[in-house]
């Protein structure tokens, strides 16, 4: 059972940029899809991104797509985050993911960490 931890977040200015890092402290994360979802307070859950265990051709949301990129070493899943603006202060969460009925579904959420994005 893989057991998820997110790392990396913390305060930036609008326009900066953050990595984040997602691993496993139980069953390597190496043959799971990782993706990440965020959440805010008064805001949606927002999914937005998954990627294979190959990290081929990763899915991101609308909000993300051309600022965030996801890749993914035999251990690590990073999502770079560039051109940060204030909607995208979160709680952010690395789950595993997979394309399901209403859109992508996530499971086996880490803890999150938070991104707080400032004027």
């Known amino acids: 059972q893989v057991q998820l931890v997110e790392s990396g977040g913390g305060s930036v200015q609008a326009g900066g940029s953050l990595r984040l890092s997602c691993t496993s402290s139980?069953?390597?994360?190496?043959?799971?899809?990782i993706g990440w979802i965020r959440q805010a307070p008064g805001k949606e859950r927002e999914g937005i991104s998954c990627?294979?265990?190959?990290?081929?051709r990763p899915w991101y949301s609308d909000s993300v797509e051309g600022r965030f990129t996801v890749s993914r070493d035999r251990e690590r899943v990073y999502l770079q985050m560039d051109s940060l603006n204030l909607e995208d202060t979160a709680t952010y969460h690395c789950?595993?993911?997979?394309?399901?009925?209403?859109?992508?579904?996530?499971?086996?959420w880490g803890p999150g960490t938070q991104v707080t994005v400032s004027r």
């Open positions: 990627a294979s265990s190959s990290g081929a």
């Open positions: 789950a595993t993911c997979w394309a399901g009925i209403k859109g992508y579904d996530y499971e086996d």
């Open positions: 139980g069953e390597s994360l190496r043959d799971y899809a």
